[in-house]
């Protein structure tokens, strides 16, 4: 069973920008690696994925040329760096695994317990 912890989170102004990062308690380079978002009230949805090798990327439209999803598969590590991030951004963030580059949570089999980001206005 693969654990993963995000960190990163935090409270930025509209504009500003944040790294989040998720560390995987085993190597993961056989698994594509996702970031999802959930806001409150709101259901827990899509925001980037990365394949195994790093070369295939997917973006939700809302955060696509703002967000950049990266891996670093020896340190067990993906990335998420959010610039120039809004007040709709403000959610829990969650990284999961999946052996999909997909965008249905339903196919990711593990997930970390979220990092909190607020964008203030």
């Known amino acids: 069973q693969v654990q993963l912890v995000e960190s990163g989170g935090g409270l930025v102004q509209t504009g500003g920008s944040l790294r989040l990062s998720c560390a995987a308690s085993?190597?993961?380079?056989?698994?594509?690696l996702g970031w999802f978002r959930q806001a409150l009230g709101k259901e827990r949805v899509f925001v980037a994925v990365?394949?195994?090798?790093?070369?295939?990327?997917d973006y939700a439209e809302s955060v696509k040329g703002r967000f950049t999803i990266s891996r670093d598969n020896e340190k067990k590590t993906v990335f998420l760096q959010m610039n120039s991030l809004k007040p709709e951004d403000t959610a829990i963030y969650y990284c999961?695994?999946?052996?999909?580059?997909?965008?249905?949570?339903?196919?990711?089999?593990?997930w970390g317990q979220g990092t909190q980001v607020s964008v203030s206005s």
């Open positions: 990365i394949s195994r090798s790093g070369s295939k990327t």
């Open positions: 085993e190597r993961t380079f056989n698994y594509a």
């Open positions: 999961a695994v999946s052996r999909f580059l997909a965008r249905d949570p339903n196919v990711y089999a593990y």
